[in-house]
């Protein structure tokens, strides 16, 4: 007599491998829906991309270059291409033509201010080296044309943004890349900057790759991601001067990963890759620093646009500019330099443009001190000041509801990697109080992307616990 059949138990089949194109290999293993990031990833891709192209050419079409900093670039660049060296100077008539050109098309005179006072070609210090090399790179490629350099800058803000959606979903899945992806498509704030002649698309693509190295750098034991922290570290400070700020954050970062998380190196390890990362960087950024110290013959590596800028956070309009900068150029101690290359100038002794540069520099730093001196009672004032204006300022607004969304949950006790963001954050914060605030947020503009990704692990996190909640409610109640 045959022995009864024995029931089976009521579980999902085990997964079998299936043929391609079939749709068994949409399933996993429980018979649910597998996810597919390599899809998303790629749509996100072409969202991002898609909506930044256009978004640029629709705010800033073919015309080229209007602000002040996005002239200097062009001009640093038109001279690369030229061959006459790192340099201002707009006297060439091929430079002056592209801006000619445009207000004879369009019969206004929206440049005729830029071309009246041309200056003559010289060596410079003052404007970071990435910015104008890739514009000058972009020139040599495919001609001095606008729509080259929009389609690059907005490709820029989107790689960005790519960056931060595939690393939040990485970091805790899918709802986390989504969040951030929406967020990437309706914040109104780096769209505006796709596409223009700033180096705000550059910054951003660096530090939102900077810190997702960071990141892997804690979760795996390999060398590759703190290698590539250490040299996106040192691009950032030779495209912007002031994320040199960042460098003790990022060792911290890169230390406390590989400490405390996954790959939880020993101490003497762990402290030797945070040194690593910022050897790695003043090595990327060593040879600007030394072609400086070298053409200014002064112990100048960052250039001299920081003495002379730094002047505009410490002074009287500053303080009735609610702590954000004001032009230096009006400044007594800065007058005084115009007025003595006058004089000089009379005396039959001129001044060089880069000795103009180097004194307006040194002198900007002397009226840091002076005033600073002089007001120290209302340094605390000046500090909360730019504070404000940092975090409240269009983009520094959206940027402060992400952080406090980001801090909802203690995001580094799921995810050591972020702890970076958080650290990035602060220096920043540091270094615009000690410095001086930008209008529109400028500062944090770079960090969004990072603080997107904050806030969408955070969200998920949320959504997860509460889920958790409610199936222990309901086996609860399924018991009594």
């Known amino acids: 007599m045959a022995p009864p059949a024995r029931s089976m138990p009521d579980t999902p089949p085990p997964h079998t491998p299936a ?3 079939s749709s068994a290999r949409l399933r996993d293993s429980h018979g649910l829906r597998r996810d597919r990031p390599s899809r998303f990833l790629a749509l996100a891709a072409l969202a991002l991309a898609g909506f930044h192209v256009v978004a640029a050419f629709w705010n800033y079409g073919l015309r080229p270059p209007e602000e002040k900093d996005a002239y200097d670039y062009d001009a640093v660049a038109w001279n690369l291409l030229q061959g006459r060296g790192y340099a201002f100077g707009e006297t060439d008539a091929g430079f002056q033509q592209w801006y000619r050109d445009w207000d004879q098309r369009t019969g ?4 005729a201010h830029r071309l009246a006072d041309p200056r003559p070609v010289a060596t410079t210090g003052v404007r970071p080296p990435t910015l104008p090399t890739l514009l000058a790179g972009t020139y040599a490629v495919f001609g001095r044309q606008v729509a080259p350099w929009r389609v690059m800058s907005a490709l820029m803000v989107a790689g960005a943004w790519w960056i931060a959606v595939a690393w939040a979903r990485r970091t805790r899945g899918p709802t986390a890349g989504w969040i951030v992806l929406g967020v990437a498509l309706l914040e109104p704030f780096t769209p505006r900057y796709a596409g223009r002649f700033l180096t705000e698309p550059v910054v951003m693509l660096l530090a939102t790759a900077l810190l997702a190295s960071v990141a892997c750098a804690a ?30 954050a990022v060792a911290l970062a890169v230390y406390l990963g590989r400490r405390l998380g996954p790959a939880n190196a020993a101490r003497p390890r762990a402290a030797i890759a945070g040194v690593a990362c910022v050897a790695l960087a003043c090595a990327t950024a060593a040879p600007w620093w030394a072609r400086n110290v070298v053409v200014l013959n002064e112990p100048m590596p960052l250039g001299t646009q920081g003495g002379l800028a730094i002047a505009g956070g410490y002074c009287d309009g500053a303080l009735d500019n609610t702590g954000k900068w004001v032009s230096p ?74 952080v406090i969304v980001g801090a909802s949950t203690i995001a580094w006790r799921w995810r050591r990697g972020l702890v970076g963001v958080w650290l990035v954050i602060g220096m920043n914060t540091l270094a615009v109080a000690v410095t001086y605030a930008v209008g529109s947020g400028r500062f944090l503009v770079p960090l969004l992307p990072a603080m997107a990704v904050l806030a969408g692990c955070a969200v998920q996190a949320h959504v997860r616990k509460r889920r958790g909640n409610v199936r222990r409610r309901a086996r609860l109640a399924a018991r009594a």
């Open 19 to 21: 043929t391609p194109g």
């Open 108 to 111: 206004g005179d929206r440049y």
């Open 219 to 248: 979760r795996s034991p390999k060398r590759w991601p703190m290698i590539a922290a250490g040299v996106l570290m040192g691009l950032c400070v030779v495209t912007r001067s002031v994320t040199g700020a960042w460098l003790p």
């Open 329 to 402: 150029h009006e400044l007594p101690a800065i007058v005084d330099v115009d007025r003595r290359a006058t004089d000089a100038a009379e005396a039959g002794e001129p001044w060089t443009p880069l000795e103009r540069e180097i004194a307006k520099s040194k002198a900007g730093q002397a009226h840091v001190a002076q005033w600073a001196r002089a007001n120290l009672d209302q340094m605390p004032k000046l500090v909360a000041m730019r504070l404000y204006s940092h975090w409240t300022d269009r983009s520094g607004l959206m940027g402060l509801i992400l």
